[in-house]
């Protein structure tokens, strides 16, 4: 499959004095602008991404046929700017199946009380993975797994296969316990928008604590998003303090007589039900995918399924990206309303 290329970039030199651009788009752009030969799997967490341009654009972005595409439109516009901003080789999409996964069987409540998806989102998911077959990008998905299983599984095989860098896209902070040197997550803040790329670094910065902490932080405080019940009583700020000072949840439990007498009492007794949120929590890399490298890579998004796709869903203004040497923000595409950029 030819290789996606992107236009020739403009001034290089304003990059290295304008605030606004962040250093690891900078570097992205150096790279390819000095053909730096390092190779890079984006793994995007579909439904998180889908999820967030549902909530994030008005459902009045429609095609002429009346069908709701806020979600899907968003999903496409975010996947355009992660090839611009990221030019990645190799790029995969992980998506959960309705069901039971491995941790309901753990522990029932898992997600309990968490609402249906909305009829109107779940009628997209389909659009946005026939879009992903024209696109030729490949969909893993597993029963009995979550999409971040998924994506944790092929980034690990990625390193076997010496790919030089991991990107995980997701809005799903959760994702974080997974960065390390090879590995890091690129998150959008708000809505879709302000992308922050964590390393180790940046999420020490952020929340105080080391990618591998994030489990055990999860263990103490919980998830009401996942209905992970965590150690009642122990709060965000108690749960980071406690990790900066013992390191893990073991070294929480094992120095319990040097806390205050208010957080003894809080932990005393929760072991077993921390050990359990620390599980529920954990990540996995044993989900049974296989990932194929070569029908990863990149193509050329400008062929003719491609745009057939986009014209199938009326996206007008991608449809001009995807004819253009290089894509380039459009503001009033995430503020029309009514029926969106219709051919």
């Known amino acids: 499959m030819p290789r996606f290329t992107q236009g020739t970039p403009g001034n290089h030199n304003s990059l290295r004095t304008n605030p606004n651009v962040p250093l690891w ?3 992205a752009l150096l790279g390819r602008v000095l053909k730096l030969d390092m190779s890079r799997l984006v793994l995007i967490d579909g439904n998180s991404l889908l999820h967030r341009a549902y909530h994030a654009l008005p459902k009045t972005l429609t095609t002429s046929k009346g069908e709701v595409v806020n979600a899907v439109y968003g999903f496409t516009r975010m996947l355009l700017k992660v090839i611009k901003d990221l030019n990645p080789q190799y790029l995969a999409v992980a998506f959960d199946v309705k069901g039971p996964t491995f941790r309901h069987l753990e522990y029932e409540k898992y997600k309990e009380g968490r609402p249906e998806m909305d009829t109107e989102l779940a009628a997209q998911l389909p659009m946005v993975k026939e879009l992903l077959k024209d696109f030729e990008i490949p969909v893993y998905e597993v029963q009995g797994f979550e999409g971040e299983d998924i994506i944790a599984a092929l980034q690990v095989q990625s390193s076997k296969l010496k790919v030089d860098e991991a990107v995980v896209v ?9 960065v390390d040197g090879r590995t890091k997550v690129y998150a959008p803040l708000k809505g879709l928008s302000n992308p922050v790329m964590y390393d180790a670094k940046e999420v020490y910065e952020r929340y105080g604590l080391r990618p591998e902490q994030i489990v055990d932080y999860k263990a103490l ?22 990790l900066q000072k013992y390191d893990t949840l073991e070294g929480v439990f094992d120095h319990l007589d040097e806390l205050p007498e208010r957080q003894q009492k809080l932990l005393r007794g929760q072991k077993e039900q921390a050990e359990l949120s620390q599980r ?5 890399t044993d989900a049974p995918v296989e990932l194929d490298l070569e029908k990863c890579q990149i193509g050329d998004f400008r062929s003719q399924n491609e745009i057939q796709s986009l014209k199938k869903l009326l996206f007008k203004s991608m449809f001009k990206e995807l004819s253009n040497t290089e894509y380039t ?12 950029g219709l051919l």
Not at 170 to 178: A, K, M, P, Y
């Open 221 to 242: 405080r919980g998830d009401p998003s996942d209905n992970i019940p965590g150690v009642p009583g122990v709060g965000e700020k108690t749960a980071v303090d406690l």
């Open 170 to 178: 997701t809005g799903d902070r959760d994702v974080l316990q997974l």
């Open 25 to 27: 788009q900078t570097l």
């Open 280 to 284: 529920l929590a954990t990540i996995v």
């Open 329 to 340: 923000e459009r503001k009033e595409d995430t503020e029309s309303g009514g029926q969106l």
